[in-house]
């Protein structure tokens, strides 16, 4: 039974007056739920348990699927199915990236790996060597169980602000996302670059503020970006000049960051995320009243999300990077 045939059936049932304030009950406890039981950024525990909990539910993967990412729509925009638009991401950023042209056996570090949807595309389809990092225990343990033995793509629980490779330990590094939980953009910047070979490629995609050197933030802004930080346990979004500095700062590009705004051919992916709940009827009966409950809390961050990337507070952002052969001095 659909959210939507539940509700018109309930509105069938009840005398007017009742469903006026099952609505208001309904509509007042969906905000008191949504404000009190926020995620805000405390540290990388909280991350961590925020996605480990995620996983260890289900819903987000049932939903989402194995990339716990947005898809990519095309330019000019195409109707897409929301799994598949999901990979064809995948293959746009090796595209974007160049790394299509980069031979089988090149080592891969997927920082931020989820449970693994990219980094099996990338052991698969271009015989790439991965490991995907992540700070979830649960993720690592899920990206495994859904990773076939004979794919040379390996899991393991790392840190970004401090990872645990030596220098120059990977031809590519890839991150989709990862960039808004972490609480220092120029370590992170910095432990990208270091990892890499010299000659080496970094191709990132993440979410980005618009950068308010240029233009602050207004006053309808500055609480909606509030709300985008601390439901979903992110300390700070860079923006795509700024972060670009950053990696320049690190004294590891070669020449410049390559850089590109994705926003519109990802837009679709707000809307198309909350369109899952309704049409995947099949997901109330498997995961039941606590699971309708958790999945509509996340309804208002997914249309605060529409709404920031479609006004222009929000960007999603892409770079590109070449490790120098050395570093210069700082």
């Known amino acids: ?71 990519h729509y095309g330019s000019p925009l195409r109707q897409k199915e929301f799994l598949t638009a999901k990979s064809d991401f995948v293959h746009e950023m090796v595209r974007w990236g160049g790394l299509d042209q980069l031979p089988a056996g090149t080592t891969v570090l997927d920082v931020g790996c989820g449970i693994g949807g990219s980094s099996r595309i990338l052991a698969r389809e271009y015989g790439f060597a991965v490991t995907g990092i992540t700070i979830s225990p649960e993720q690592v343990k899920r990206a495994q169980q859904l990773t076939p033995e004979d794919l040379n793509a390996q899991f393991r629980v790392d840190d970004a602000m401090a990872l645990s ?22 370590i992170f910047a910095r432990e990208l670059m270091r990892v890499l070979k010299p000659g080496g490629v970094l191709v990132l995609a993440d979410w ?102 479609s006004q222009g507070l929000c960007r999603f952002g892409m770079f590109r990077a070449v490790r120098a052969d050395r570093p210069s001095d700082l």
Do not use: C
Request: glycine content about 6%.
């Open 165 to 186: 490779f030596p220098d120059a330990s990977f031809d590519v590094v890839w991150s989709v996302e990862a960039g808004p939980h972490m609480p220092d953009k120029a």
């Open 1 to 71: 039974m659909s959210i939507v045939f539940l509700l018109v059936t309930v509105s069938m049932l009840l005398p007017f007056p009742l469903l006026l304030a099952l609505l208001l009950a309904l509509l007042v406890g969906g905000i008191a739920l949504y404000v009190f039981t926020s995620r805000p950024y405390q540290s990388s525990d909280t991350v961590a348990n925020s996605y480990d909990q995620w996983t260890e539910d289900g819903i987000l993967e049932f939903y989402w699927g194995e990339h716990i990412h947005l898809g």
């Open 208 to 309: 980005n503020q618009r950068d308010d050197r240029q233009i602050p933030l207004n006053f309808w802004e500055k609480p909606v970006m509030r709300q985008l930080l601390d439901q979903w346990s992110h300390p700070a979004f860079s923006s795509i000049e700024g972060f670009s500095e950053l990696l320049e700062a690190t004294g590891f590009v070669q020449g410049k960051v390559i850089t590109a705004d994705w926003t519109e051919p990802t837009l679709p992916s707000w809307p198309d995320s909350i369109w899952q709940g309704i049409i995947r009827p099949d997901g109330l009966v498997r995961f039941g009243f606590t699971g309708l409950i958790k999945s509509l809390r996340e309804v208002p961050t997914l249309l605060l999300m529409w709404l920031a990337f």
